[in-house]
């Protein structure tokens, strides 16, 4: 559970990091963004390393796009995190009580099971998302684009809050990129695998 543990990216997230940039080669971007974690900065600079037209380009670091944080489990195995929060619940595995409940209320199962209850709970990881989002759209004129390296788990809970059809989005894979269109009401999530 790495959550707000920082550590440096691996040789396979420079890789990653590396094809994402040129994926995004020929994008235009007016505004490049970050979480505050150390491999999520060091993503951003690998991904505008390869971008055609990075001069001139905005860059800034919200915390509000941080992963998610995981309270006393950060750090721990994951199988064991969730053998722990699910059992008590009649479960064994995260994905299960997602299927049972939802995204956001697994949150406050792990919030529940954390000994300090120091996890974040579904009403401040959707707070914080939104936020974010109103933010990125405040700071954008009509038309223009961010790049924005978030988390993985930060990434689902936003899909899965946005989504139209109110389904889970799917774990999204490292280096992957998915599209944020806020031109439209309701927001558009699109993933680009």
Do not use: C
Not at 28 to 54: E, P
Not at 97 to 120: Q, S, T, W
Not at 121 to 141: D, F, G, P, Q, Y
Not at 171 to 184: C, E, M, R, W, Y
Request: glycine share 6%.
């Amino acid at each position: 559970m790495q959550g707000w543990v920082d550590s440096p990216l691996t040789e396979k997230g420079e890789a990653q990091a590396t094809a994402a940039g040129k994926r995004l080669a020929d994008s235009h971007f007016q505004l490049a963004v970050s979480s505050d974690m150390l491999r999520a900065i060091h993503t951003l600079d690998r991904i505008l390393a390869q971008n055609k037209h990075a001069g001139g380009i905005t860059r800034e670091v919200h915390e509000d796009v941080r992963e998610i944080y995981f309270g006393s489990f950060e750090g721990v195995d994951s199988v064991q995190t969730w053998n722990m929060i699910a059992r008590p619940l009649g479960y064994s595995t995260q994905e299960e009580l997602i299927k049972h409940y939802n995204l956001l209320k697994v949150r406050d199962f792990m919030h529940d099971a954390d000994p300090f209850h120091e996890a974040e709970t579904a009403a401040h990881i959707e707070a914080r998302i939104k936020s974010a989002v109103a933010r990125l759209a405040k700071e954008l004129n009509d038309g223009e684009n961010a790049v924005v390296v978030t988390h993985g788990t930060y990434l689902r809970n936003l899909a899965t809050i946005y989504a139209a059809d109110g389904k889970v989005a799917d774990q999204p894979k490292n280096g992957s990129i998915t599209v944020l269109d806020v031109t439209h009401e309701p927001v558009v999530i699109d993933d680009i695998k």
